[in-house]
């Protein structure tokens, strides 16, 4: 199968749907012509003019508000807010308003708009422009959250999410952008819920998300060169999180690490773990492991930056460590 | 009333205007008198003193535009369109309400009039508006949208950015800035430094002031603005001066400290819109007292029978609570849950 | 003791902190003659004038971007936020801002300040005006987050957090501010991060935060009544959480409910769940149970409201059903 | 350069401002090298070309008073005084750094000289500078703040919000827009509606426009509005016409798709802020070339020390990563925590 980059899996998710369906744009800084800071969408303006890919001020919650009023009056927006850090610049119009429309009219009046954002430190982007900060929208109700993994898994969320007709917030990492994996010509789609088991194992679970899932692998790999035959799972979605497939490998492994790179508390792992525990406690051998970004600011320096995010090192480390019985902590 | 001289052609249209306006003081007197026997659940913001502005310019669009509402939106929402029963059972959280009982008072929207919702974020519907202004461009389709919204919400900085974008792009959006002269508690000129008018002209938009109380005035700019907006010479900006006789909500009974019982009086008594609307209808020969007291006495009917359907009407079934989280789920939680 | 309104304790620990310390004002919407709309304020622009009971435009992102520069300056702002609900608006003052600035600057600038701000349901106040968004906070390193649950409570932090020399924001329960308690005439502080064991018991350990506090009081004394002995722990603070006596607790008792009044999801209980998982798993006879608000838009009608948030009489059943152990699921 | 004449009495001030501006020149040259030989970590946005408005508004301004600054803030940093060393040891993220290399060019601060520190979000100091003058207000102190920001920033809802408070507070707040005709990829006139000076002196504001590339010019102006802030007479706002020479950050190379070479070069060689000021000197008598050149060896001297310095300099110690999260907790976690 052709590769292509995760940047390029996007583009012809987006490309695709808008052929599609002409109520599909873009929305966000310099998209058109600059193709974003990133180049993800370069050619789009080309092919669906200035009136679809649509640059606007620097004003993320002016273009966030817009979108909103856009998606509840017979379009599909897709807002590209540049950094997954300025989210909270816009989360008035995302969680009070995107968020809320379709419950609070009784279900008549939807918001199906995409915002697509990223992920990602050890960029040297420093604070404000590292974070992971998908656990803050996961946590409203009326958001559905994807987390894609590789080129395939973005393309076929991001059309998943298009033609979605409720609020979606997709966390591209940012430092996969230039990643390749195959992807195939024909089209698909990738249904929200359903989490992805890229590796089966029986001794310990590994639930990575995003950036993640990559980390979780090596680990794998390198468990499994040491006899530890580990699971990995990705989630690709956490709203809706399809407890299922996390529960039946809980309960078939009795071991579990969640590795995610939001800040650890308060966050993705503590969900994730809590869910397992509730659900598969008399299962379970050791307690389930979080592993989440260090709760710090990012920092700028490179002696720093890199200690404050799971590896597959560390990730390992933990894993021999559960296996072998040493997680009972103080307790 | 203005110097406006009754057209024959437009007999209709002036009734329609009367009632309408007639018809948001009797919903509200209502709303009030819910509130004050403990029968509403929450407070509400009367629009009640602010009724020409919701009809005057709600009567210059068709079905097909768009509004956004605040949280001083009945006014609005009648004036769209909506109608007595399923507003106050909105209003009073029962099932036949227009958001089912989910949105109340603050949230009450009726998108089969356009009515995309009122907004308990002051300023929370500025992007709205102006989206569903860009969608009409988009689509190529010649709707209107009017962003309603009060002085105070004019020191959110999200007006600016989308006033930006609108003047950018040419969007068919008027915004109209209900000035009333007070946020909550507080005086607009404690909170609004230099000119309203001002900052939007500074973002090249058209911008025009007009007497809020004054039903004519009100209707005839905005045609005129809605016409042009249509043919794609928006946005406009329009501030309207009127008055909530009101306190900010129903529960803001002692409200001497920000503001004296006279300039209530005044406002009450010397430019009330309908009181004024009504003398220039008899005065063009248009209707007599009677036929207005008439009609008068059927809203009143009106508003009463929906009132009491809705206080007998049922509440949502308790299984209602997570449905409509998301449009694809029936229920969002799964059963089991530990609550 | 004398009793008084949380209201008045919270008027009474700005007054005092005020009085102590001119560099203290307050910034916020109607704070100052009308004394905000719960009134909490009343009395203190007529002795400290508007200088330093600063009367804002509706522009939360303005004046808490003013807060967060006057607190690097050399004031301690509190800044009042009408609703907890408007927090979104400010999230990037408040989190890319006030929460990193003494990391990001390695520890040359710092940002004193308080954000009172509260949380709370069944007011029939609908969606936008009844969240309990203290998770996200939470889950921002550099914030420190207090959820006073009483009079005494919320006096005693509230002069801890104006002296902190970190940005704190206090969540107050609204629906708490007509409530009374014995709140002594003498000057005391509530240090951060000592929980608060409220009632002592054997059998099971119910944890709740602000208004889930008198919830598990009460539930407390329903299942002593039954002959289940519940001990009930209240953290004050969950930035940062006083983890060593939820763990004691948790390690005596072996079960352990979480309640909080914010979603359930990606939320605080699952945080403090986790944790007591992760640290006393060993000890624990049933997985730890979690009790947050329904992943739901707050409803605005009565008839549904009242079902999404956890009460005495939710927390007791699910306390039988644990203790009884029918708490293995599925599993 | 401008009519403006010498005056014997400033000879010193005039030296200075030279050789603030070509000291700013020589870092950015430097830190672009870094960059381009893969020595310094991540990405940084040069100030080349845009010097006279740094450093002429911050000769303006005392120790005590305080600027904010923005992800294009190095300028600003050495104009309010900071030293190369501990610049470039940030920059690449050493522990001699201004913020011990925890903050980076995107958030170097240098609270010794009042720089309350750059921003990586366009727009995010302009409360931060108001919250400044708010102090000196508050506390009685005559300190005045100067916040700058791009073009680009003025799209930020948050300005309209601070200057409404600053106005109606008539805070000692300087907002300084340096209008570089682009903000990333586009050009202002793309996403700016209106007029910026206008919609500042819509809120009362008193408003100047000034060539951004005369230092003496910004330097006069600034004067007189820091010397009325100090006065009460504030706020007041100002747009520095100016330009960037290099790309929005040192990756963005190739740029022609959005603005042209001859574009860069008229600006280049017709309006280069230090070269137009250093004829200035040389026909005021006041420096000759040789001396020039002198001071700009010396400084290319510094600067060539100063990033030796840094690349030999230290790393923070990996136990720093959990300090300064806060200032009452020396280490923020846990030791024994699984990462
Ligand atoms: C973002 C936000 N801030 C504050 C409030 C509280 N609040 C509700 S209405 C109101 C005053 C609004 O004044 P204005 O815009 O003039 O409308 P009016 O009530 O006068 O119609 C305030 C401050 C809110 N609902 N939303
Ligand atoms: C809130 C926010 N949005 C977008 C960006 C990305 N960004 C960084 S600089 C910049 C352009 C800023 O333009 P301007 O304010 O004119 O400053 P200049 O770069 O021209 O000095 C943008 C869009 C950001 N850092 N922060
Ligand atoms: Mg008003
Ligand atoms: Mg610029």
């Given at each position: 199968?052709?590769?292509i980059?995760?940047?390029?899996?996007?583009?012809?998710?987006?490309a695709?749907e808008?052929r599609?369906?002409?109520?599909?744009f873009?929305?966000g800084e310099?998209?058109?012509?600059?193709?974003?800071?990133?180049?993800v969408?370069s050619?789009?303006?080309?092919?669906f003019?200035?009136?679809?890919?649509?640059d606007?001020?620097?004003a993320e919650p002016?273009f966030?508000?817009?979108?909103?009023?856009?998606?509840?009056t017979?379009t599909r927006?897709v807002?590209?807010l540049?950094?997954g850090d300025f989210?909270y610049?816009i989360m008035?119009?995302?969680c009070?308003?995107?968020?809320?429309?379709?419950?609070?009219?009784?279900?008549k009046?939807s918001?199906?708009?995409v915002?697509?954002?990223n992920?990602g430190?050890?960029?040297?982007?420093?604070a404000?422009?590292?974070?992971?900060?998908h656990?803050?929208?996961?946590?409203?109700p009326?958001?559905?959250v994807?987390l894609?993994s590789?080129a395939?898994?973005a393309?076929g969320?991001?059309?998943?999410?298009?033609?979605?007709?409720?609020?979606?917030?997709i966390?591209?990492d940012?430092l996969m952008?230039?990643?390749?994996?195959?992807?195939?010509?024909?089209e698909?789609?990738?249904p929200?819920g359903e989490?992805?088991?890229?590796?089966e194992?029986?001794?310990?679970t590994l639930?990575?998300?995003s950036?993640?899932?990559?980390v979780?692998?090596?680990?794998?790999e390198?468990l499994?060169?040491?006899?530890?035959?580990?699971?990995v799972?990705?989630?690709?979605?956490?709203?809706?999180?399809?407890?299922?497939?996390?529960l039946?490998?809980?309960?078939?492994?009795?071991?579990?690490?969640?590795?995610?790179?939001?800040?650890q508390s308060?966050g993705?792992t503590?969900e994730?773990?809590s869910?397992?525990?509730?659900?598969?406690?008399?299962?379970l051998?050791?307690p389930?492991?979080?592993?989440g970004?260090m709760?710090v600011p990012v920092p700028?320096?490179?002696?720093?930056?890199?200690?404050?995010?799971?590896?597959p090192?560390?990730?390992v480390?933990n894993a021999?460590?559960?296996?072998?019985?040493?997680?009972?902590?103080a307790a | 009333?203005s110097?406006a001289?009754?057209?024959?052609?437009n007999?209709?249209?002036?009734l329609?205007m009367?009632r309408q306006?007639?018809?948001i003081r009797?919903?509200e007197?209502?709303?009030n008198?819910?509130?004050l026997?403990?029968?509403m659940?929450g407070?509400?913001h009367?629009?009640?003193g602010?009724?020409?502005?919701?009809?005057?310019?709600?009567?210059?669009?068709?079905?097909t535009?768009?509004i956004?509402?605040?949280h001083?939106?009945h006014?609005h929402?009648?004036?769209?369109g909506?109608e007595?029963?399923?507003?106050?059972?909105e209003?009073?959280?029962k099932?036949e309400g227009?958001c089912?009982g989910?949105?109340?008072?603050?949230?009450i929207a009726?998108?089969?009039?356009?009515n995309?919702g009122a907004?308990?974020i002051v300023?929370?519907?500025?992007?709205?508006?102006?989206?569903?202004?860009?969608?009409?461009?988009?689509l190529g389709?010649?709707?209107v949208?009017?962003c309603?919204?009060?002085d105070?919400?004019?020191a959110?900085g999200l007006?600016?950015?989308v006033?930006?974008m609108?003047a950018?792009w040419k969007?068919?959006?008027?915004?109209a800035?209900?000035?009333?002269?007070?946020?909550?508690y507080?005086r607009t000129?404690?909170?609004a430094?230099?000119?309203?008018?001002?900052?939007?002209?500074a973002?090249?938009?058209?911008?025009h002031q007009v007497?809020?109380?004054d039903?004519?005035a009100?209707?005839?700019?905005?045609?005129?603005l809605?016409?042009?907006?249509r043919?794609?010479e928006?946005?406009?900006f329009?501030?309207?001066?009127t008055?909530?006789?009101?306190?900010?909500?129903?529960?803001d009974i002692?409200?001497?400290y920000y503001?004296s019982?006279d300039?209530?009086k005044?406002?009450?008594?010397n430019?009330d819109?309908?009181i004024r609307?009504r003398?220039?209808?008899?005065e063009?020969?248009?209707?007599?007292?009677?036929?207005?007291?008439?009609m008068?006495?059927e809203?009143?009917?009106?508003?009463?029978?929906?009132?009491d359907?809705?206080?007998a009407a049922?509440?949502?079934?308790s299984?209602?609570?997570?449905?409509?989280?998301?449009?694809d789920v029936?229920?969002?939680?799964?059963r089991?849950d530990?609550?």
């Open positions: 199968m052709r590769e980059t995760l940047s390029q899996a996007v583009n012809e998710a987006l695709e808008m599609r369906d002409e109520t599909v873009i929305i310099d998209v058109a012509e600059a193709g974003t800071p990133f180049k969408l050619g789009l303006v080309e092919e003019g200035t009136a679809r890919v649509v606007t001020p620097i002016g966030m508000g817009i979108a909103v009023g856009a998606a509840m017979g927006p807002v590209d540049m950094f989210i610049l008035d119009q995302l009070n308003q995107a968020a809320k429309t379709h419950y609070m009219s009784g279900g009046l918001v199906p708009l915002l697509r954002t992920l430190a050890t960029r040297r982007s420093a404000q422009h590292s974070q992971s900060l656990a803050l929208v996961a946590h409203i009326g958001l559905k994807a894609p590789s395939y898994e393309k969320l991001m059309k998943t999410a298009i033609r979605d007709d409720n609020p979606v917030v966390f591209e940012k952008y230039q990643d390749k994996a195959p992807v195939p010509e024909e698909y789609l990738i929200f989490a992805n088991v890229l590796r194992g029986s001794d310990i639930i990575g998300t950036s993640m899932v990559q979780c692998q090596k680990a794998a390198i499994g060169s040491e006899g530890i035959s580990a699971e799972i990705d989630p690709r979605t956490i709203v809706p999180l399809d407890e299922e497939t996390l039946a490998s809980a309960r078939k492994t009795s071991r579990v690490i969640v590795v995610d790179e939001g800040h308060f993705v503590g994730i773990a869910r397992i525990n509730e659900k598969a406690f008399y299962h051998d050791a389930v492991l979080r592993m970004a709760d700028f320096s490179p002696a720093l930056e890199d200690i404050t995010v799971p590896t090192e560390s990730v480390e021999r460590r559960l296996v072998h019985g040493e997680m009972i902590h | 009333m110097r001289k009754a057209k024959k052609s007999v209709d249209d002036y329609r009367y306006m007639a018809r009797a919903f007197d209502n709303a008198q819910l509130y026997s403990a029968k659940p407070l509400t009367m629009y009640s602010e009724e020409a502005v919701a009809v005057g310019i709600c009567e210059a669009l068709r079905v535009d768009k956004t509402s605040t001083r939106g006014g929402c009648v004036a769209k909506a007595f029963k399923e507003m106050f059972c209003l009073l959280g099932e227009y089912r989910k949105g109340g008072s603050m949230h009726d998108q089969s009039n356009g995309l907004n308990a300023g929370g519907s500025m992007g709205i508006a102006t989206g569903s202004a860009f969608t009409a461009k988009l389709k010649d709707d949208t009017v309603f919204f009060g105070g919400a004019t959110q007006w600016y950015e006033m930006n609108a950018l969007l068919p959006v008027i915004y800035c209900e000035n009333n002269g007070y946020s909550e507080t000129d404690e909170i430094a230099g000119s309203i008018v001002a900052r939007a002209e973002f090249g938009i058209e911008s007497d809020g109380q039903v004519l009100v209707n005839a700019l905005t045609e005129k809605v016409a042009r907006a043919k794609g928006g946005p406009f329009v501030e309207l001066k008055y909530r006789y009101h306190g900010h909500h129903v529960g002692n409200r001497d503001r019982k300039e209530e005044d406002w009450k008594e430019r819109p309908i609307f003398s220039w209808l008899v063009q020969g248009i209707a007599n007292e009677a036929e207005i007291d008439a008068n006495a809203i009143a009917d009106d508003a009463k029978a929906a009132v359907y809705a206080l049922k509440y949502p079934d299984t209602e609570v997570d449905m409509h989280v998301y449009t029936k229920h969002a939680l799964a089991g530990a609550r």
